[in-house]
């Protein structure tokens, strides 16, 4: 059995390299890098901690994911034209074949649960 509880701090964590791929950066180097703090034995749901230089790019969400922001601040623009300002604080949640663009600002860092109904592909 995996421990019941398991607790970390940011700087407790390892960062890996996370780039975005060169074909959706629009401007900017948004260097991304993150780190897995679980994923379920199915590989459907994870949850882990992610970063993103400033830079502007396009996401397409695969997945169901719920973020948690912890610093920075920046926008996200759908594909419909609505604009979302995240910032230190919110939460936002984004559903599967949302389309996006991303407008980070200021370093942000972030708590992310992911769900999906196959295997995650990450």
């Known amino acids: 059995m995996k421990n019941p509880i398991s607790t970390f701090a940011w700087n407790d964590l390892q960062l ?10 629009l401007e900017g180097q948004p260097d ?8 379920t034995n199915d590989k459907t749901s994870c949850s882990g901690i992610w ?3 400033p830079g ?3 996401w397409d969400f695969t997945w169901n994911e719920s973020i948690y ?9 759908e594909e ?22 991303w407008v980070v ?10 769900q999906s109904e196959v295997e995650l592909q990450l």
Request: one cysteine or more.
């Open 16 to 25: 890996d390299d996370w780039p975005i791929p060169q074909e959706n950066i």
């Open 32 to 39: 991304a890098a993150g780190s897995i703090i679980y994923m």
């Open 51 to 53: 970063q993103c230089k």
């Open 56 to 58: 502007k790019f396009r």
């Open 69 to 77: 922001i912890i610093s920075g601040r920046g926008k996200i623009y």
């Open 80 to 101: 419909s034209g609505a604009i979302h300002e995240i910032s230190a604080g919110k939460m936002v949640h984004f559903n599967q074949g949302l389309k996006s663009t």
């Open 105 to 114: 600002e200021e370093l942000i860092q972030k708590f992310f649960m992911l």
